[in-house]
C-alpha cells in the first residue's frame, strides 16, 4: 500500500545474499528458480472476438505447449491454531475435521474458471496473474481490463508490462519459444476504466465477458496516501461501484473478490476484527463511544462524498486545484476517523460494494504492508516503492539516518506470494458453494507474527553493516545505527543536525554568505521533504491497531497439507530477520533500484 515516492533521493539494488530454506530459490551469487507448478499445458478454448487483433498474434503453435513443471517447493508451517475466539459464518471443513485431505479443491476450482480482472498491471494483481498461470495452466480466459487509447495499445501495455515482465522469467523457463503464444491464448486485453461508468467498455467486449466470466477480481486502486480527493475516490470508490453494477449483468459470476488493505480499518484501536462495513460506518462515531468529552460528528453520507469530491473543483484556479483536492481528501478522512485519503477512500469502496451486492457472493481482501514475495515465484521479487521502502533505501545511501516512529510499535508486513495464495483459497472457498454474503480477510501479521520497529532497524543496519551501498567513487556507504525519534520536535532538531554535517554548512559559513545561503536553502528542502514524509507515515508508524486474522487461520486450517505447501500463507512462520535482511532489502536493490551502487560482495 501507499505509493509515495521520494524522488530528489537517489536510491539504489544489490546482490543477494544467502537465503536460508525458510525462503529458498537464492543463494549467494547466484539465483536458482524453481518454475513451480503442475500438470500440463491444455490447448484453449477459442477466443471470441473481444481481440481478434490479438489472436492473429498468436503463433501457429500455441496447440504443442507442454509443459512438465517441477512440484511447487515451499515449506510454511502452519499452527492450525486460531488466535482469537471469533465465529467465522459457514467457515468450516469439509467433513467436520480441521485436518482434511481433500482440502479446499483450489486446482479442482480454478480449472476452466474465466477471470475479469481490473488493476492488472499493478504489483499485485501480475503475481496473481503468473501464480495462476503456472499453478493452474487449464485455466480459462484472463480478461484484463487495461486502460489505454486503442487494442493495439493495450496489447502493447499487455507484452511490455506483464509478458515480459520478469516476474514470468519462471512461466518464460517452463514454455520456452511456445510462451508468448501461451499466454496470448489466456490473458485477453480488454480497454477500458473503472472509472467510466460502463468501465469504458466498447464493442461486443461488455457481452462477452458478462457472458463468460466466473470470477471478478478488482485490484484497481489508487494507493498514495495524499492523493486529490477526486482522483482516489473515481477510483478508489466510484470504481468500485462501477465493477459491480457490471458484475449484476454477469449470468455465471460464482464470486466477486475486492482486494482492499487491512488499514481501511482506520484510526481503531487493539484488536481490529475481520467484520464488514456497512454503509454509513463511521470510525470517529466508534472512537467517541470511548471519549469522556462529547463532542458531534456528522453523519457519514457516502453519496454525498462522490458529490462533493467533483463540486469542490467549481470556481477553483487551475493552479490551485491539486492542492485544493490533497487537502480537502485528508481533512474528510480524518473527520470520520480515517488517517489519509487512500484508506478513507478504500473504505467507502467496501460499504458501496456491501451496499450495493445483493445476491452476489462477495470475498474482501485486506492485506496490511504489502511487499516483497518471500518465495515465488522466487524470493524478493518486488516493483516500485512501497511504504517503507524509500524509508529503508534512503537509510542505505547515508540520505536519511532517522525517522519518526514509535520505537516499540509494529509494522504490519506481508510478503505479496502469501496475499495472492490466501486470495486463491478465498476464492475457491467461496466459489465452490456460492453463497450470497460477505466474508473478511485480514491477511497481516500483526497479532500472530509482529515485526517490532526497533528490531526492523537493526535488521536495516545489519544488512547494509555486510552489503553496503558504493557512492560515486566505488566506495562502500557506511551507515550509522538507524535512530528512531517518538516526537517530531526531536526528529526535525536531528534532521537540521544531519543535514548541516552532511552539506558541512558551518564550515561553508566562513566562505561567501551567497554560497551559505544557497548550502541552507538546500538544507531546508531536505529537512522539509523528509518531515513531510513523517508527517504522511505517521499514522502508520505509531498505529494502535492490530489486525486479527482468525478468518485467515481458519482458511488455513481446512487446506490439505499439499494444498498449504503450494498455496501456504503461514504469516507466523515468517523469519523477519531472513526475510528483512536475505530476502527483501536485496530483492529491492536488485528489482527496484536495478543494481546501482552494489557491492561485488558482502563485508565480512
Same mark, same amino acid.
Given at each position: 500500500?501507499?505509493?509515495?515516492?521520494?524522488?530528489?533521493?537517489?536510491?539504489?539494488?544489490?546482490?543477494?545474499?544467502?537465503?536460508?530454506?525458510?525462503?529458498?530459490?537464492?543463494?549467494?551469487?547466484?539465483?536458482?528458480?524453481?518454475?513451480?507448478?503442475?500438470?500440463?499445458?491444455?490447448?484453449?478454448? %477459442?477466443?471470441?472476438?473481444?481481440?481478434?487483433?490479438?489472436?492473429?498474434?498468436?503463433?501457429?503453435?500455441?496447440?504443442?505447449?507442454?509443459?512438465?513443471?517441477?512440484?511447487?517447493?515451499?515449506?510454511?508451517?502452519?499452527?492450525?491454531?486460531?488466535?482469537?475466539?471469533?465465529?467465522?459464518?459457514?467457515?468450516?471443513?469439509?467433513?467436520?475435521?480441521?485436518?482434511?485431505?481433500?482440502?479446499?479443491?483450489?486446482?479442482?476450482?480454478?480449472?476452466?474458471?474465466?477471470?475479469?480482472?481490473?488493476?492488472?498491471?499493478?504489483?499485485?494483481?501480475?503475481?496473481?496473474?503468473?501464480?495462476?498461470?503456472?499453478?493452474?495452466?487449464?485455466?480459462?480466459?484472463?480478461?484484463?481490463?487495461?486502460?489505454?487509447?486503442?487494442?493495439?495499445?493495450?496489447?502493447?501495455?499487455?507484452?511490455?508490462?506483464?509478458?515480459?515482465?520478469?516476474?514470468?522469467?519462471?512461466?518464460?523457463?517452463?514454455?520456452?519459444?511456445?510462451?508468448?503464444?501461451?499466454?496470448?491464448?489466456?490473458?485477453?486485453?480488454?480497454?477500458?476504466? *473503472?472509472?467510466?461508468?460502463?468501465?469504458?467498455?466498447?464493442?461486443?467486449?461488455?457481452?462477452?465477458?458478462?457472458?463468460?466470466?466466473?470470477?471478478?477480481?478488482?485490484?484497481?486502486?489508487?494507493?498514495?496516501?495524499?492523493?486529490?480527493?477526486?482522483?482516489?475516490?473515481?477510483?478508489?470508490?466510484?470504481?468500485?461501484?462501477?465493477?459491480?453494477?457490471?458484475?449484476?449483468?454477469?449470468?455465471?459470476?460464482?464470486?466477486?473478490?475486492?482486494?482492499?488493505?487491512?488499514?481501511?480499518?482506520?484510526?481503531?484501536?487493539?484488536?481490529?476484527?475481520?467484520?464488514?462495513?456497512?454503509? %454509513?460506518?463511521?470510525?470517529? #462515531?466508534?472512537?467517541?463511544?470511548?471519549?469522556?468529552?462529547?463532542?458531534?460528528?456528522?453523519?457519514? *453520507?457516502?453519496?454525498?462524498?462522490?458529490?462533493?469530491?467533483?463540486?469542490?473543483?467549481?470556481?477553483?484556479?487551475?493552479?490551485?486545484?491539486?492542492?485544493? #483536492?490533497?487537502?480537502?481528501?485528508?481533512?474528510?478522512?480524518?473527520?470520520?476517523?480515517?488517517?489519509?485519503?487512500?484508506?478513507?477512500?478504500?473504505?467507502?469502496?467496501?460499504?458501496?460494494?456491501?451496499?450495493?451486492? %445483493?445476491?452476489?457472493?462477495?470475498?474482501?481482501?485486506?492485506?496490511?504492508?504489502?511487499?516483497?514475495?518471500?518465495?515465488?515465484?522466487?524470493?524478493?521479487?518486488?516493483?516500485?516503492?512501497?511504504? #517503507?521502502?524509500?524509508?529503508?533505501?534512503?537509510?542505505?545511501?547515508?540520505?536519511?539516518?532517522?525517522?519518526?516512529?514509535?520505537?516499540?510499535?509494529?509494522?504490519?508486513? *506481508?510478503?505479496?506470494?502469501?496475499?495472492?495464495?490466501?486470495?486463491?483459497?478465498?476464492?475457491?472457498?467461496?466459489?465452490?458453494?456460492?453463497?450470497?454474503?460477505?466474508?473478511?480477510?485480514?491477511?497481516?501479521?500483526?497479532?500472530?507474527?509482529?515485526?517490532?520497529?526497533?528490531?526492523?532497524?537493526?535488521?536495516?543496519?545489519?544488512?547494509?553493516?555486510?552489503?553496503?551501498?558504493?557512492?560515486?567513487?566505488?566506495?562502500?556507504?557506511?551507515?550509522?545505527?538507524?535512530?528512531?525519534?517518538?516526537?517530531?520536535?526531536?526528529?526535525?532538531?536531528?534532521?537540521?543536525?544531519?543535514?548541516?554535517?552532511?552539506?558541512?554548512?558551518?564550515?561553508?559559513?566562513?566562505?561567501?554568505?551567497?554560497?551559505?545561503?544557497?548550502?541552507?536553502?538546500?538544507?531546508?528542502?531536505?529537512?522539509?521533504?523528509?518531515?513531510?514524509?513523517?508527517?504522511?507515515?505517521?499514522?502508520?508508524?505509531?498505529? %494502535?491497531?492490530?489486525?486479527?486474522?482468525?478468518?485467515?487461520?481458519?482458511?488455513?486450517?481446512?487446506?490439505?497439507?499439499?494444498?498449504?505447501?503450494?498455496?501456504?500463507?503461514?504469516?507466523?512462520?515468517?523469519?523477519?530477520?531472513?526475510?528483512?535482511?536475505?530476502?527483501?532489502?536485496?530483492?529491492?536493490?536488485?528489482?527496484?533500484?536495478?543494481?546501482?551502487?552494489?557491492?561485488?560482495?558482502?563485508?565480512?
Amino acid at each position: 500500500m501507499g505509493a509515495l515516492f521520494l524522488n530528489s533521493f537517489p536510491v539504489a539494488p544489490s546482490k543477494v545474499a544467502t537465503v536460508s530454506n525458510k525462503c529458498n530459490s537464492w543463494r549467494k551469487n547466484r539465483i536458482f528458480v524453481h518454475c513451480q507448478g503442475s500438470g500440463n499445458a491444455m490447448k484453449t478454448r %477459442g477466443v471470441s472476438s473481444v481481440l481478434r487483433e490479438r489472436q492473429k498474434m498468436v503463433n501457429a503453435d500455441r496447440g504443442a505447449a507442454i509443459m512438465d513443471a517441477g512440484s511447487l517447493i515451499v515449506s510454511p508451517n502452519p499452527n492450525g491454531n486460531s488466535q482469537a475466539d471469533i465465529a467465522v459464518k459457514d467457515l468450516v471443513p469439509y467433513g467436520g475435521s480441521t485436518t482434511s485431505l481433500v482440502g479446499i479443491g483450489i486446482v479442482k476450482f480454478l480449472r476452466g474458471k474465466d477471470f475479469f480482472i481490473t488493476g492488472s498491471t499493478g504489483f499485485l494483481a501480475k503475481v496473481l496473474i503468473e501464480k495462476i498461470l503456472r499453478t493452474v495452466p487449464d485455466v480459462g480466459k484472463i480478461f484484463l481490463l487495461i486502460k489505454a487509447k486503442s487494442k493495439e495499445a493495450a496489447i502493447e501495455r499487455l507484452k511490455s508490462e506483464i509478458i515480459n515482465a520478469e516476474l514470468f522469467k519462471c512461466l518464460q523457463q517452463t514454455y520456452g519459444n511456445s510462451y508468448q503464444s501461451f499466454m496470448l491464448s489466456k490473458l485477453i486485453p480488454v480497454v477500458g476504466n *473503472v472509472c467510466e461508468s460502463d468501465l469504458g467498455l466498447d464493442g461486443d467486449s461488455p457481452d462477452v465477458i458478462a457472458k463468460e466470466v466466473d470470477i471478478i477480481v478488482n485490484s484497481a486502486a489508487n494507493t498514495t496516501f495524499d492523493e486529490r480527493y477526486d482522483v482516489a475516490i473515481d477510483i478508489n470508490t466510484r470504481g468500485a461501484c462501477h465493477l459491480m453494477g457490471f458484475a449484476k449483468k454477469c449470468k455465471k459470476l460464482k464470486l466477486f473478490l475486492q482486494v482492499s488493505t487491512a488499514y481501511a480499518n482506520g484510526q481503531r484501536q487493539g484488536r481490529i476484527m475481520e467484520k464488514p462495513f456497512d454503509i %454509513g460506518d463511521c470510525i470517529a #462515531m466508534e472512537n467517541l463511544i470511548s471519549e469522556t468529552t462529547p463532542r458531534s460528528i456528522p453523519e457519514l *453520507v457516502v453519496e454525498n462524498e462522490l458529490v462533493l469530491a467533483q463540486s469542490s473543483k467549481e470556481g477553483c484556479h487551475e493552479s490551485e486545484v491539486a492542492q485544493k #483536492m490533497k487537502e480537502l481528501g485528508l481533512e474528510r478522512a480524518r473527520k470520520y476517523g480515517w488517517q489519509d485519503t487512500y484508506v478513507f477512500t478504500k473504505a467507502m469502496g467496501e460499504m458501496m460494494i456491501n451496499n450495493m451486492r %445483493g445476491e452476489i457472493p462477495v470475498v474482501v481482501i485486506r492485506p496490511s504492508v504489502i511487499e516483497s514475495t518471500c518465495k515465488e515465484p522466487f524470493p524478493g521479487w518486488m516493483e516500485g516503492n512501497r511504504m #517503507m521502502d524509500p524509508i529503508v533505501l534512503c537509510y542505505g545511501k547515508g540520505q536519511l539516518t532517522g525517522f519518526l516512529v514509535d520505537p516499540n510499535g509494529v509494522l504490519d508486513v *506481508v510478503p505479496a506470494d502469501m496475499v495472492v495464495n490466501a486470495t486463491l483459497a478465498a476464492i475457491a472457498r467461496h466459489g465452490m458453494t456460492p453463497k450470497p454474503d460477505i466474508n473478511i480477510y485480514h491477511i497481516a501479521s500483526s497479532v500472530v507474527n509482529p515485526l517490532v520497529f526497533q528490531d526492523l532497524a537493526k535488521l536495516i543496519h545489519e544488512h547494509y553493516n555486510s552489503s553496503p551501498f558504493l557512492d560515486s567513487k566505488g566506495s562502500p556507504i557506511h551507515v550509522p545505527s538507524m535512530m528512531l525519534f517518538n516526537s517530531m520536535e526531536d526528529f526535525s532538531a536531528h534532521l537540521w543536525r544531519d543535514a548541516f554535517q552532511r552539506t558541512r554548512l558551518t564550515a561553508m559559513a566562513t566562505w561567501s554568505g551567497k554560497l551559505s545561503q544557497k548550502l541552507e536553502t538546500i538544507c531546508r528542502k531536505s529537512v522539509e521533504q523528509a518531515k513531510y514524509l513523517a508527517n504522511i507515515y505517521e499514522p502508520y508508524t505509531f498505529y %494502535g491497531g492490530r489486525f486479527d486474522n482468525s478468518n485467515t487461520e481458519k482458511l488455513l486450517e481446512i487446506m490439505s497439507e499439499e494444498e498449504k505447501r503450494n498455496f501456504g500463507f503461514d504469516v507466523e512462520s515468517i523469519d523477519w530477520k531472513d526475510y528483512i535482511k536475505n530476502v527483501h532489502i536485496p530483492g529491492l536493490r536488485r528489482h527496484v533500484m536495478k543494481g546501482r551502487g552494489m557491492c561485488s560482495s558482502p563485508i565480512s
